[in-house]
């Protein structure tokens, strides 16, 4: 994937992420604090910012520390440093492959040991209805396949499957009701969100849960 290609995917996935915010945010006010998509579409916007003013760098790690950067000063909360920590974290594996140009098996790569180093860091995982529940899909199935189509579908998948799940973490463990039956984790949807617009899927116009 060249620099061309990849931020028109980027600003895509960016895209998406700020469309779904209303959708995101009514989500989370069934299951929490009614914040996460402000938060997503802030980092999003924030990204957005930067890349219109940053010229590509011809170096992958320099880009993607770009990214990183402005996502941890922009986003806050768990997700917000659950974001920073795995960008760091791909910052570092694209780094220890020597990459300037990236190939989708070095981003297939890097994504992995990056997803490691998350799990060092928090005890979520696929089942406990957070964002590892979209995360985890897309990059086990591009590891596995390298189709970006595919893995964004897992993505989808995961997060879809959120819905009616019981949290073990986060806000909604502490918010109780019986919202967690009618709607997906909203961290985890907001991240198939861009998942799927960075691969180029259509976005649904069927209304949802609207």
């Not at 790569?109 to 490691?116: D, F, I, N, P, V």
């Not at 918010?175 to 969100?193: H, I, M, N, Q, T």
Request: glycine share 12%; hydrophobic share 40%; charged share 25%.
């Amino acid at each position: 994937m060249d620099e061309v290609s990849a931020r028109h995917r980027l600003n895509a996935g960016l895209e998406r992420v700020i469309a779904a915010e209303p959708r995101v945010t009514r989500y989370d006010t069934v299951v929490g604090d009614g914040d996460c998509g402000i938060g997503l579409k802030r980092g999003a916007e924030a990204v957005q910012a930067m890349l219109m003013r940053a010229q590509p760098s011809g170096d992958v790690v320099v880009d993607v520390r770009s990214v990183a950067a402005v996502v941890e000063a922009s986003m806050d909360g768990t997700s917000g440093a659950l974001y920073a920590i795995f960008l760091n974290a791909l910052v570092a594996a694209l780094k220890r492959q020597g990459a300037g140009v990236a190939t989708e098996k070095v981003w297939a790569k890097a994504l992995t040991e990056a997803l490691t180093s998350l799990e060092r860091y928090t005890p979520a995982k696929p089942g406990d209805r957070t964002l590892v529940d979209a995360l985890e899909p897309f990059v086990v199935t591009l590891g596995e396949t390298g189709d970006l189509t595919k893995a964004a579908e897992a993505a989808k998948k995961g997060a879809e499957g959120t819905r009616g799940m019981e949290a073990s973490l986060g806000r909604t463990v502490y918010v109780g009701g019986e919202g967690f039956k009618a709607v997906p984790d909203p961290g985890a949807y907001g991240l198939s969100e861009f998942f799927l617009g960075f691969a180029g899927i259509e976005a649904e116009t069927d209304g949802g849960d609207e």
